[in-house]
């Protein structure tokens, strides 16, 4: 899931990615029924207990495929092994109406990556934070920019997400008329916009590009092209570009959102190896990039 402009930050929101997403982008949880014993009690939220149930977008790369391939359903594997648990799923586009159809119909039981403060669901504490990058080829002339107000950029051809931040703060810094951009909604079963944004910087098509760390990480790492990913952490203009990502659930369930919690706690070096190995960029509090 990645963030967009219309709404608070959903890496995954109803709307986007789950890019933040991703944004974004980023997904759900169930429960093992043991009659009259402490994990019945720890898990009374839920509607299912016999199964981790996440709801998942099915071509939602490198957040979810029906493959079981992206970061998030790693992630929901480690905590399906936690829980004693086998993980199911319900699939559904990252589109409108994502949440509705399913986390709300109880479908499913948690989101597995949802930016923190979006209003449609609970969210669990942040189990990472990551930012926009800007990406260029190892030898291009780019080199040493790190924001987008830099005038090295001007005239240059940048692809970009429509609707998502650095849309604007390209638009606040005059590099829009020069810009590529890319739809934000597509059908990612046969289309995805970062991967044709980092085919493009490869081919020498696009001069740059603007991607949701996670995804411009992601694609960057599987290019066979030498593709140089810069965080963008120093902007002065323009919405903000770093996101915490949580785990969406439904309001009202506080113990099924503790347990959440405890496990992103007692995970968090399993949870962080998870997310390097695709390539997605980690930050911390202070807007420094994590290397591990």
């Known amino acids: 899931m990645q963030p967009v402009n219309t709404r608070t930050p959903a890496l995954k929101t109803s709307a986007s990615l789950h890019a933040f997403s991703r944004l974004l982008g980023p997904l759900l949880v169930g429960f093992a029924l043991f009659a009259q014993t402490p994990a019945l009690a720890q898990t009374s939220d839920l509607v299912d207990r016999t199964a981790l149930r996440v709801c998942a977008d099915p071509a939602n790369m490198p957040f979810s495929s029906k493959e079981q391939t992206g970061y998030e359903n790693?992630?929901?594997?480690?905590?399906?092994?936690?829980?004693?648990?086998?993980?199911?799923?319900?699939?559904?586009?990252?589109?409108?109406?994502?949440?509705?159809?399913?986390?709300?119909?109880?479908k499913c039981d948690v989101i597995m990556g949802f930016a923190q403060g979006h209003e449609l669901v609970q969210n669990t504490n942040h189990y990472f934070r990551s930012t926009y990058v800007l990406l260029h080829r190892f030898d291009s002339d780019l080199k040493g920019v790190e924001n987008l107000d830099d005038p090295r950029l001007a005239g240059k051809k940048i692809g970009v997400i429509a609707g998502t931040p650095p849309a604007t703060v390209m638009a606040l810094n005059g590099l829009m008329g020069d810009a590529k951009p890319f739809h934000l909604v597509v059908d990612r079963r046969v289309k995805s916009p970062a991967e044709d944004i980092v085919t493009e910087i490869a081919d020498g098509t696009l001069d740059a590009g603007v991607l949701w760390g996670p995804m411009g990480g992601y694609y960057a790492k599987q290019n066979e092209t030498a593709i140089t990913v810069v965080p963008l952490t120093q902007e002065t203009k323009g919405p903000r570009m770093s996101y915490r990502i949580t785990m969406?659930?439904?309001?009202?369930?506080?113990?099924?959102?503790?347990?959440?919690?405890?496990?992103?706690?007692?995970?968090?070096?399993?949870i962080d190896k998870i997310l390097v190995d695709f390539g997605v960029p980690l930050l911390d509090e202070n807007d420094q990039l994590i290397k591990r």
Request: proline share 7%; hydrophobic share 40%.
């Open 74 to 106: 790693k992630l929901a594997g480690l905590l399906g092994e936690k829980l004693g648990l086998p993980v199911t799923y319900t699939w559904f586009p990252q589109a409108t109406g994502f949440v509705r159809r399913t986390l709300r119909l109880r």
């Open 248 to 270: 969406g659930l439904r309001p009202l369930e506080p113990d099924w959102k503790h347990q959440l919690n405890d496990f992103i706690k007692n995970n968090q070096a399993e």
